[in-house]
């Protein structure tokens, strides 16, 4: 990792961290720490299970709930069941908890608009660009990609959610009845894997991979979710899928798509994909790619 990289990126922590007023237990003059203003904001008006303010906010069940207990010690929220599952927690805000929030949006409010008033209107512009683009990067970098089971719920709600969108796209719809195989068996070890990316603990995207010969495999169910993409996590579930057939010993790499489907043949083709005739009997197939020498790619 280059040291100049690392340097920046702690000299931009410090001077944001200072800049916005997290270092004192008085933020935006309200009396509390950012931790606290911070999940006041995410329960926000409709409530949130605490399941879900853990997973967003990538806070241990300790901590949590140690701020959840001052936050109902002040009289701005109260934790209740969730109608429908008792197993599950929900944070509410309070009439007072209600003000609180009110309160916090307009000094932020304030605070944002005072932060771009001390600039010029070209580096005001220049600033919002940046932030926008830091951001972006910043969602990208808190992108997980692990094995799954194909057949758990998260990969069947991305399975689903692939499916329905080739249903939109594809000029015959798409029946997955017809297609080429790729069932839950198919996609765990020793024969295939697969993989799901997250972001923030929700699934945005999924790959999976099956061995059909001899140091022979095929990528499918490739997918990202629509709110997700331009994070290049496209990429990475296909670097992560080369990975994995390189350590299942696989040499070889196939697949097949649709003319519809642009996004994912420029994809294929700057990874070193070359097309190829059709190897299979996929009715919804008009391209199909191979990439050979895998473990020479990867070390390269």
Known sequence: MDKNQIRQVRNFNRAVTQRIGVLSDDYLGRGRPLGESRLLFEIGRSGADLRDLRARLALDSGYLS????????????DSQRAAGDG????????????GEFDALDRRSQDFATSLLASLG?????????????????????AVTIEPADPASADARMCIEAYFSELEERFETGFDPARTVSADPEELMPPAGRFLIARLDGRPVGCGGLKT?????????????????RGLGIAQRLLDAMEEQAVRMGLDTLQLDTNRALTEARALYARNGYREIPRYNDNPYAHHWFEKRELQDHRSA
């Open 212 to 228: 059909t010969g001899p140091k022979l495999g095929e990528i499918k169910r490739m997918w990202v979710a629509p709110d997700a």
């Open 66 to 77: 140690r701020m959840l207990r001052s936050l109902e010690a002040q009289g701005l929220v």
């Open 87 to 98: 197993r599950v927690r929900r944070a509410v805000l309070t009439r007072k908890g209600l």
């Open 121 to 141: 209107a070209a580096h005001r512009e220049r600033m919002v660009t940046a932030m926008a683009g830091v951001e972006r990067l910043m969602r990208a970098s």
